[in-house]
């Protein structure tokens, strides 16, 4: 709301007075939760580059971050980068991790190898740091196909059971982690000891998992 400061003597053609800004809480609203995970893909560029992905940071419509992939909802649901928009919030039950089908056994031990999985929340406050092959991927594809071009077999593989119970649960004092609107957060997939070597274009896709806090 706008209001005027005290009156002080006017000085040449400044004015008598200046507006002032006083700055009350985000407007409320009523609410109901929605199971809805929110989620972000990154792809991995030319092989042995970058030593971390960052997700959450680039909404709907625009590109990842190597690979220049534009984002639609196969692969992203944020709208705005690294928050909520008012006066949407989330409730954070835990964390899965996918890479996508066909990723070779190689690549596969290569993106788990040494890499860790790091969750921000309310600026660089670290909540959870923790290596890569304790974040499970959940429900996924298992088995082997062989390709039709070059009748390579790919492996299929996944960590972790393959069902929505086995995710790594962050809670505190058995309560979800409450996000609320446009505080920052953000998950990051590190390798702290060099660049891995992956086929390029391979994409890696973060869930939170939890309940979706939407208006009426």
Avoid: C
């Avoid at 706008?2 to 400044?14: D, E, K, L, Q």
């Avoid at 009523?30 to 992905?53: F, S």
Wanted: charged share 10%.
């Amino acid at each position: 709301m706008m209001g005027a400061s005290p009156m002080i003597p006017a000085a040449g053609s400044f004015p008598a007075s200046y507006p002032y800004a006083y700055s009350g809480p985000l407007p409320s609203a009523l609410l109901r939760p929605l199971q809805q995970p929110l989620y972000d893909t990154e792809v991995v560029p030319a092989a042995g580059t970058p030593i971390e992905l960052v997700f959450f940071q680039r909404q709907l419509g625009q590109t990842t971050a190597f690979g220049a992939v534009t984002k639609t909802e196969a692969e992203t649901n944020i709208q705005q980068p690294g928050q909520l928009a008012n006066p949407l919030e989330f409730s954070l039950f835990g964390f899965l991790f996918e890479v996508m089908p066909g990723t070779s056994l190689a690549d596969f031990a290569n993106i788990y190898t040494a890499s860790a999985f790091i969750f921000t929340y309310t600026g660089n406050r670290v909540y959870l740091s923790i290596p890569t092959t304790r974040i499970p991927q959940g429900v996924s594809p298992e088995g082997f196909a062989a390709t039709t071009v070059s009748a390579t077999t790919l492996a299929v593989v996944h960590n972790g059971v393959g069902h929505t119970s086995n995710f790594y649960k962050f809670t505190i004092g058995r309560s979800a982690l409450r996000i609320r609107p446009t505080e920052s957060f953000q998950a990051r997939i590190r390798w702290p000891n060099g660049a891995p070597t992956i086929a390029a274009n391979t994409r890696l896709r973060v869930f939170l998992t939890g309940l979706q806090w939407t208006p009426l």
